[in-house]
């Protein structure tokens, strides 16, 4: 699901909070017992965060299942504008802090001992979920969150502009600077791919054949094919082919709706919105294949359950977690379906998605099935902003992408050591 779409707030920059999560240290010396009772038929209270998702009716949404629970008075706290991820860790340093939140996994969350270890609630149904979320939520033998979305992102496309222009959707890099350049006019941009080019950094990293981190946690990115990659990104940035300072960002499909770009990266969320505006005239892609030994790559974006262990409240916050994320499963459905198209963690709830079963919804699933990308909870903010360095300095700077890389090398080497000795 996007963010609020008032705000330019980057779905992804949601993952900067893990790195003042190393840098304030362990958590548990701080604290953060909220006090609060009296609440439900158990006498609790708890609150859950949630960040402000720009869809119609989701925090309508969230609310209703609260108050469906009756075991105690679960409170939202629906958090507005472009820093969520600093006001959620703010709070978890307080006597205020929520007992229950989203967000992604991280490995400093679970070694600063600030998320509970929800194994236990998730064991009797673990095969029931994706088992690559299960994957990337696992740290130390133990799951610490439970997946509530699967976002896929990819290219979606105006059918007539290509078609006007006597092009097929790109099937290699390549192919898409020169749809780029095919596509500008003076009223409409070739490409967007955020207002920061960011968003498309890691799938560029796929598309070669790369990664970002060996399976053993050792630098991956850094090839000549990445760098021959962002070559091309550069390319389309100083040809003025792509679409730079929309009003609204990549998670927000506005730039496409509003005819200002050809091919837009967005994310599965925005399909009924793009339907709505646009009807048949759109189709999908996955970022293509960059180098002889890639292939096409979507990133699988989307948003997880935690539970605070150093709240006073820990049990019946697991309860409450346990209920609506693994038990109720019409609200994890609705949650899935009715805001937005997202794909179900759930396995079981997957294969009843009609939604999902037919026409473009269809073929989105099938590109999360063929080319998805998940988490890496290693790959850490730092990481994340050491390749943002990367992007900024390559394709809008025009700099030298190995030099780049050199400099990024030096903040993940040295993050790296300290997870991993």
């Not at 996007?2 to 893990?18: E, K």
């Not at 990266?265 to 892609?285: K, N, Y």
Request: aromatic residues 10%.
């Amino acid at each position: 699901m996007s963010a609020m779409s008032s705000s330019n707030w980057d779905r992804r920059s949601v993952l900067r909070a893990a790195a003042g999560l190393a840098a304030l240290g362990p958590l548990a010396a701080c604290g953060s017992n909220n006090g609060r009772s009296g609440g439900g038929s158990s006498g609790k209270n708890l609150t859950q965060y949630f960040h402000a998702y720009g869809e119609a009716g989701t925090e309508q949404a969230i609310k209703k299942y609260a108050k469906a629970y009756d075991k105690a008075n679960v409170t939202t706290q629906w958090i507005t504008g472009s820093n969520f991820e600093s006001k959620l860790f703010s709070a978890l340093l307080t006597d205020n802090a929520p007992d229950v939140f989203e967000f992604h996994p991280q490995i400093q969350l679970v070694e600063s001992g600030q998320v509970a270890d929800l194994t236990d609630l998730i064991a009797p149904v673990k095969d029931d979920f994706n088992q690559a979320d299960i994957a990337s939520h696992t740290i130390d033998g133990k799951i610490w969150g439970i997946r509530m979305i699967d976002d896929p992102q990819f290219f979606f496309y105006r059918k007539s502009l290509l078609a006007d222009a006597g092009i097929e959707p790109p099937a290699t890099l390549d192919e898409l600077v020169e749809a780029a350049a095919k596509l500008t006019t003076d009223k409409v941009k070739g490409v967007f791919l955020g207002n920061s080019i960011t968003p498309v950094m890691n799938p560029l990293i796929w598309s070669t054949g790369a990664n970002t981190l060996t399976d053993d946690n050792k630098i991956a990115y850094h090839t000549d094919e990445v760098a021959a990659g962002l070559k091309q990104l550069r390319t389309m940035f100083k040809d003025g082919h792509l679409l730079l300072d929309a009003p609204a960002d990549w998670w927000d499909p506005s730039a496409l709706t509003q005819g200002l770009v050809a091919i837009q990266w967005c994310g599965m969320w925005a399909m009924p919105v793009i339907q709505q505006a646009l009807g048949d005239d759109v189709g999908i892609f996955p970022f293509p294949q960059s180098a002889d030994a890639g292939k096409p790559a979507v990133t699988n974006g989307g948003w997880s359950m935690f539970v605070n262990a150093k709240s006073k409240n820990i049990d019946a916050a697991k309860e409450y977690v346990k209920w609506l994320w693994i038990d109720q499963k019409e609200y994890q459905e609705d949650w899935s379906l009715s805001y937005g198209f997202h794909i179900p963690p759930r396995a079981s709830l997957a294969a009843s998605a009609t939604k999902l079963k037919s026409g473009l919804p269809a073929e989105g699933v099938k590109l999360f099935d063929e080319y998805g990308h998940f988490d890496n909870p290693a790959w850490t903010q730092a990481m994340i902003v050491a390749l943002e360095g990367v992007v900024a300095d390559t394709v809008r700077k025009g700099g030298d992408p190995q030099a780049a890389l050199d400099k990024a090398d030096k903040t993940v080497e040295r993050e790296l050591k300290k997870l991993f000795g």
